[in-house]
């Protein structure tokens, strides 16, 4: 089992940049592809960018591409996301999530995909 715990989140104007952070334990962190997802209120909770367990292979929201950047570094058991040209609609809270997996590839988006969940941190984006 692995533990998550995101960090980095907060206020920031439109058109700013925000990077979160997420640091896991407990487990062997390559062996995870890492996601992260966001809930806006009284929304659904949606798939934001994914990143294979060696990080060679990405995965965006149509959303979200070419503003945000997803990232890791298994030696600091830690995945990143920056985000750029932050709009009022990216205001929600931002989830990392976890899937044990051989594979090298990286191919979920779903909620289902993914058994392990950090509890979240708040982004907020002003207009």
């Known amino acids: 089992q692995v533990q998550l715990v995101e960090s980095g989140g907060g206020l920031v104007q439109a058109g700013g940049s925000l990077s979160v952070s997420c640091a896991a334990s407990g487990r062997t962190f390559s062996n995870y592809a890492m996601g992260w997802f966001r809930q806006a209120p009284g929304k659904e909770r949606e798939f934001v960018a994914g990143?294979?367990?060696?990080?060679?292979?990405?995965y965006y929201a149509d959303s979200v591409k070419g503003r945000f950047t997803i990232s890791r570094d298994n030696a600091k058991n830690t995945v990143f996301l920056q985000m750029n040209s932050l709009k009022p609609e990216d205001t929600a809270v931002y989830y990392c999530?976890?899937?044990?997996?051989?594979?090298?590839?990286?191919?979920?988006?779903?909620?289902?995909?993914?058994?392990?969940w950090g509890q979240g941190t708040q982004v907020t984006v002003s207009s």
């Open positions: 999530a976890a899937r044990n997996t051989y594979s090298m590839g990286y191919y979920w988006t779903t909620l289902n995909d993914f058994a392990y």
């Open positions: 990143i294979s367990r060696s990080g060679s292979s990405t």
